[in-house]
């Protein structure tokens, strides 16, 4: 593991503490729940800070008892069934069970209907309405509905 894996984290934890340096960091939202027993929610990045911003769970959840994170693991954790949306702060974040997922748009122009997929939903829109460019002048191309699967 990289000396910077280590100490940059750490600088950007103390330089955020009071609110310093926060616009620096990338947010993300994270459901993780803990249907009987302990379970880890991974993300790829690191992360800086952590709060639980809304509570799914009818037991009450407690910081540090029944959720926490782990910044050198790269994971929230939760236990004894609480369950919550937590906002994570951090550098480059991107949820792990996302990784795999790719965006497909549909596009349609007079009742044709045209494709595209990507890694990212800016890619699935491109490469649909390249597709229905070639038939059509794009301006009457439109996107239907673009979806993660």
């Known amino acids: 593991m990289k ?7 750490l600088l950007l934890t ?7 340096g926060d616009f620096l960091l990338s947010k993300m939202n994270l459901d993780c729940k803990s249907e009987r027993g302990y379970k880890e929610c991974n993300v790829t990045g690191t992360i800086v800070k952590m709060k639980l911003k809304k509570e799914y ?22 236990d004894d069934q609480c369950k919550g949306k937590f906002e994570l702060k951090g550098i480059s974040l991107r949820n792990v069970e996302d990784e795999d ?32 460019g070639k038939n059509y002048h794009q301006m009457h191309c439109d996107i239907e509905r673009c979806t993660q699967e």
Not at 3 to 9: A, Q, V
Not at 14 to 20: D, E, H, Y
Not at 60 to 78: A, L
Request: hydrophobic content about 35%; overall charge positive; aromatic content about 14%.
């Open 101 to 132: 997922k790719v965006w497909s748009c549909k596009v349609e122009a007079f009742g044709n209907v045209f494709y595209g997929e990507g890694e990212r939903r800016s890619e699935a829109e491109r490469r649909a309405m390249t597709e229905c």
């Open 3 to 9: 000396l910077t894996h280590i100490i940059l984290p």
């Open 57 to 78: 769970s009818r037991k009450k959840c407690f910081k540090n008892e029944t959720y926490g994170v782990d910044i050198v693991g790269g994971f929230v954790w939760v």
């Open 14 to 20: 103390f330089n955020t503490q009071a609110g310093f």
